[in-house]
């Protein structure tokens, strides 16, 4: 194969090189700039290897932003946790108790998935100031909890269906009632379901911006918002921004690069293709 | 039976409080805004514990579409519509070439699709900060052709006040027109061969006329605006879409390349045998099987490049005129000028917007399900 067609594999090669090469340009330019110290960094030697290590960026940045990654943390797992508890419990509901009207119900959740969070916004922001929330990281987190609801119950709901219903069946003429049925039987099968949901959840809402700068003062900032302020400065020397979109990206890099196939499932799922 | 019924009483019961979160947060919400939005709320005292809101009916949209003061609106709006054409275009484009090219099986298969996938799990802003680092004017990505002898680039990537494709708001009645009789004869030209005469009589024909009658009549038309307002395709979005492109394409491809992985390799075979070259193979068979993940390839990137707040924050600021996006408009409304009921009407025309290709798309596979 290789021997009959060597022009289209050369072609192939080095158009995957390419693109690798393009794809990859950012990171090795974020890695050179966060390690230069601020004097070395100029315009027309941006592209050049750093003269002289500078890992105080880190350190420098790790200094500013770990308020903002604290918050973060808390944030992430929280909202992580009980959303997908809750959309496991909803996948089993509509994929192994269907009613009369639960794929319309399905449907309409689903639904809450694709708006532009613009639509909500406001009455988010009224609500959340009504019942002293606004501010703090347990509001924050009630947004997420609530609006990542969607997306946990599609994928476990299309993950509980592979499950055979005959082995609940039996399980309900063993006597085993609706809870039973979900402790002895289904969850144990979940723990791949959860892997993905909990990936794509904790990606999801680490990365997330647009409420954690509505609803959230400065203290309770989550860590796309403390970048945002430390990038956001004109006379910024470009070490720190660099060093501290690194720490940012590090833990979803993580999770991409070591889990990476779960983390292309949750892509699947989310796209509702069955 | 007893047993049986209580059971399901209890799975309804599960499901219940997320039924309210999602009927309140999601639906209540969204009839609330869209009563805000036509409301007075703004101004003084927005911010009050008990602020003064009147209705006013649809005033707040006739602004935003109309009103002197708010041209950026309509801007904006012009962006978020070439932001979108040029996010699809490009991540299907280029999520699908590389896709192709990962199909032929090179080797190192997996390191690579993990660089092509890798940005899809940063946040926006980390790659708007890089990005914007990147397109700074005098190095980044300018001075790149300077390491092979060539020029430097002096193009002012976030910051060029050019435009192209320009357009003046008066007619846009007659441009709606023409666009959709474009897309009525592009239609009926892709039609033609399955369906021959019938695309002719539906689309071909009264889409000419259509486009001939815009042309035409162009003149008697109402017009949409009291003075010649110009807009069009601002330069300076290039930068943030190519960063939303080197972001997302990673995410088409590995649609495309699940999608290629499920054709059965009896079919591949059956097309080698028939003689069928790659081209042929991927244009005539492997393409058009994966339509439905090209349809929800284009619903997820459509329903993003609507949400590129982050990105655009990230990379010129909020404040930025030339790159400005109505998720942009609706925040700096709301939040900077209190202004929460024109901020609302911003955020009603983007759910519409959103709502127009979302809705199809579920009722289409709600059907599905219930067919099977």
């Given at each position: 194969?290789?021997?009959?067609?060597?022009?289209?594999?050369?072609?192939?090669?080095?158009?995957?090189?390419?693109?690798?090469?393009?794809?990859?340009?950012?990171?090795?330019?974020?890695?050179?700039?966060?390690?230069?110290?601020?004097?070395?960094?100029?315009?027309?030697?941006?592209?050049?290897?750093?003269?002289?290590?500078?890992?105080?960026?880190?350190?420098?940045?790790?200094?500013?932003?770990?308020?903002?990654?604290?918050?973060?943390?808390?944030?992430?797992?929280?909202?992580?946790a009980l959303s997908t508890v809750l959309g496991s419990l909803n996948g089993y509901v509509f994929?192994?108790?269907?009613?009369?009207?639960?794929?319309?119900?399905?449907?309409?959740?689903?639904?809450?998935m694709f708006i532009p969070y613009q639509i909500i916004l406001i009455p988010l922001f009224q609500a959340l100031r009504a019942v002293n929330?606004?501010?703090?990281?347990?509001?924050?987190?009630?947004?997420?909890?609530?609006?990542?609801?969607?997306?946990?119950?599609?994928?476990?709901?299309?993950?509980?269906?592979?499950?055979?219903?005959?082995?609940?069946e039996s399980a309900r003429l063993d006597g085993a009632g609706f809870f039973s049925i979900y402790l002895r039987i289904v969850f144990p099968l979940s723990v791949p379901g959860f892997v993905v949901t909990s990936l794509w959840q904790f990606t999801q809402i680490w990365n997330e911006f647009l409420w954690g700068i509505c609803l959230t003062r400065h203290t309770a900032n989550p860590i796309t918002v403390g970048?945002?302020?430390?990038?956001?400065?004109?006379?910024?020397?470009?070490?720190?921004?660099?060093?501290?979109?690194?720490l940012a990206a590090l833990p979803v890099l993580t999770i991409y690069i070591f889990l990476g196939r779960y983390f292309i499932r949750g892509l699947l799922a989310g796209s509702v293709k069955e | 039976m007893r047993?049986?019924?209580?059971?399901?009483?209890?799975?309804?019961?599960?499901?219940?409080?997320?039924?309210i979160l999602i009927g309140v947060f999601v639906y209540g919400f969204i009839g609330n805004t869209a009563y805000l939005s036509m409301t007075d709320w703004g101004k003084e005292g927005a911010l009050a514990v008990d602020?003064?809101?009147?209705?006013?009916?649809?005033?707040?949209?006739?602004?935003?579409?109309?009103?002197?003061?708010?041209?950026r609106f309509r801007q904006d709006l012009v962006n978020a519509v070439f932001y979108s054409v040029f996010l699809l275009a490009g991540a299907v484009g280029l999520g699908l070439f590389i896709a192709i090219l990962l199909d032929r099986k090179p080797r190192g298969e997996d390191f690579l699709r993990t660089?092509?996938?890798?940005?899809?799990?940063?946040s926006f802003i980390v790659s708007g900060t890089i990005w914007r680092w990147l397109l700074a004017p005098q190095g980044g990505v300018n001075i790149l052709p300077t390491y092979v002898?060539?020029?430097?680039?002096?193009?002012?990537?976030?910051?060029?006040?050019?435009?192209?494709?320009?357009?003046?708001?008066?007619?846009?009645?007659?441009?709606?027109?023409?666009?959709?009789?474009?897309?009525?004869?592009?239609?009926?030209?892709?039609?033609?061969?399955?369906?021959?005469?019938?695309?002719?009589?539906?689309?071909?024909?009264?889409?000419?006329?259509?486009?001939?009658?815009?042309?035409?009549?162009?003149?008697?038309?109402?017009?949409?605006?009291?003075?010649?307002?110009?807009?069009?395709?601002?330069?300076?979005?290039?930068?943030?879409?190519?960063?939303?492109?080197?972001?997302?394409?990673?995410?088409?491809?590995?649609?495309?390349?699940?999608?290629?992985?499920?054709?059965?390799?009896?079919?591949?075979?059956?097309?080698?045998?028939?003689?069928?070259?790659?081209?042929?193979?991927?244009?005539?068979?492997?393409?058009?099987?994966?339509?439905?993940?090209?349809?929800?390839?284009?619903?997820?990137?459509?329903?993003?490049?609507?949400?590129?707040?982050?990105?655009i924050f990230a990379m010129t600021g909020p404040d930025n005129g030339q790159t400005g996006h109505p998720a942009l408009l609706m925040y700096l409304t709301t939040f900077r000028a209190n202004d929460f009921a024109k901020g609302a009407a911003i955020a009603v025309v983007l759910f519409l917007v959103a709502a127009t290709f979302i809705i199809p798309y579920l009722v289409s596979s709600y059907h599905k399900k219930g067919g099977k």
């Open positions: 194969m290789t021997a009959r067609l060597p022009a289209g594999r050369v072609f192939l090669y080095a158009a995957l090189a390419l693109l690798a090469a393009a794809y990859l340009t950012p990171a090795y330019m974020a890695v050179i700039t966060a390690l230069k110290f601020p004097g070395d960094i100029t315009l027309p030697t941006a592209w050049n290897f750093p003269v002289a290590f500078n890992w105080g960026s880190f350190s420098e940045a790790l200094e500013k932003l770990r308020p903002n990654l604290v918050n973060s943390v808390i944030l992430t797992v929280s909202a992580t994929s192994k108790w269907k009613f009369k009207g639960s794929e319309v119900v399905f449907t309409l959740f689903l639904f809450g929330l606004y501010g703090g990281l347990p509001g924050l987190i009630l947004a997420h909890v609530v609006y990542g609801l969607p997306i946990t119950t599609l994928i476990f709901r299309n993950f509980y269906a592979q499950i055979p219903t005959s082995l609940i970048l945002a302020q430390l990038a956001g400065g004109q006379a910024v020397s470009w070490n720190l921004p660099m060093a501290g979109s690194i | 047993v049986l019924f209580t059971d399901r009483t209890k799975a309804f019961l599960t499901l219940l409080p997320s039924i602020p003064v809101i009147n209705f006013i009916g649809p005033q707040n949209y006739v602004d935003l579409f109309t009103g002197f003061l708010d041209a660089v092509f996938l890798y940005p899809m799990s940063l002898g060539l020029p430097p680039i002096h193009f002012r990537w976030l910051s060029s006040t050019d435009m192209v494709l320009q357009f003046n708001w008066q007619n846009l009645l007659q441009i709606l027109l023409y666009l959709t009789a474009f897309i009525m004869i592009v239609w009926g030209l892709l039609r033609l061969k399955e369906e021959g005469g019938r695309a002719v009589r539906r689309l071909l024909l009264p889409g000419s006329i259509l486009g001939a009658l815009a042309w035409l009549g162009g003149g008697f038309l109402p017009q949409a605006y009291f003075m010649e307002e110009i807009h069009g395709f601002n330069l300076a979005t290039l930068g943030i879409i190519m960063a939303t492109v080197w972001q997302y394409s990673g995410y088409t491809m590995a649609l495309y390349l699940a999608g290629f992985h499920g054709i059965s390799q009896d079919m591949v075979d059956a097309a080698r045998l028939d003689g069928a070259s790659d081209a042929a193979y991927y244009r005539y068979i492997a393409i058009p099987m994966l339509k439905p993940i090209t349809i929800s390839a284009i619903i997820i990137l459509s329903h993003i490049s609507l949400k590129m707040f982050d990105i």
